[in-house]
């Protein structure tokens, strides 16, 4: 059961990324470039998100456990470590270099496009490099 | 600031957000579980046998995303300039990156401002900084 739901939030969330034009590297960049033509889209995706993501949290927040019965599993951690600043640090330049963050580029790997392909791989050869070094 | 209005497409901006903030919730309802795809993702690396069914259903649910939108509407254009060799370093650098901070755009970016975490809060800045001044380098100083 578990995985139907799963299934059912990745695809929305993969529908709602190609509406929102996030799946599109070229409109991410257009967002990150502040000092040329900008793009303000992005700000009102993220503002879109967090309006109804704020109430499904709120209510998720309330819960002990799932409504599939099974226990809730949010994270705990509370610290702001080198590891997040660092971190989010070379995540922000790799999302600024091409344009992609992981769930567009999965989305536009399903759409066929074999650059995403490419990014794709290397992304996870990335996470695989983390794994290794820690 | 120079804004580029033929390109900003606030509606669908805002729907699309809202679709994604649908499925965040229906994802943590169900699920119990932060729809982080970067940790969806990178989970698979070190699995954990209970794990892998639903990880992988999320997953084959954004890869097959494209399919059904296609069968109401045209796909939009998917626009992808960067070269190569700039793809696989990006990749390399997400793929790091992403693991070290504990989660990506949609992690601490949607569902970690959504429950206001403060780890979430500063991840997002700082990804969004490094992103902004990033492109800052590659269009407007290596470029010019």
Redesign the interface.
């Known amino acids: 059961m ?26 991410v ?2 967002f ?26 709120a ?3 309330r ?1 002990r ?4 019965k ?6 705990t ?4 470590d080198r ?21 567009p ?9 074999m ?2 392909l ?14 290794l070094m820690k | 600031m120079d804004i580029d209005w033929t390109a900003f497409t606030p509606w669908s901006a805002l729907a699309g957000g809202a679709i994604i903030g649908l499925a965040t919730t229906l994802f943590v309802l169900f699920n119990g579980r932060i729809a982080g795809i970067s940790g969806i993702l990178g989970g698979l690396l070190r699995p954990v046998r209970t794990d892998i069914p639903w990880r992988v259903a999320f997953l084959v649910g954004m890869l097959v995303a494209p399919l059904a939108y296609l069968a109401f509407a045209t796909l939009p254009a998917i626009v992808i300039d960067a070269g190569y060799p700039v793809l696989v370093a990006a990749g390399l650098a997400v793929g790091v990156g992403t693991r070290y901070g504990g989660g990506c755009t949609s992690g601490h970016g949607v569902c970690g401002l959504s429950r206001l975490s403060p780890r979430s809060v500063m991840a997002t800045l700082l990804f969004m900084a490094a992103g902004f001044a990033t492109v800052f380098v590659t269009r407007h100083l290596l470029e010019a």
């Open positions: 578990q995985g139907v739901f799963a299934f059912i939030a990745g695809l929305v969330f993969g529908i709602g990324l190609i509406v929102s034009g996030m799946a599109n590297p070229a409109k960049l257009g990150l470039d502040l000092a040329g033509r900008w793009d303000p889209s992005l700000a009102l995706v993220m503002a879109g998100a967090i309006a109804v993501g704020g109430m499904g949290f209510v998720a927040r819960r456990e799932t409504l599939l099974t226990p809730m599993q949010l994270p951690a509370r610290d702001i590891r997040l600043v660092g971190g989010s640090l070379l995540f922000g330049v790799g999302w600024g270099l091409a344009g992609f963050c992981p769930g580029a999965i989305v536009a790997l399903g759409a066929g496009e650059k995403a490419v990014f794709v791989v290397a992304m996870i050869a990335g996470m695989g490099i983390y794994e």
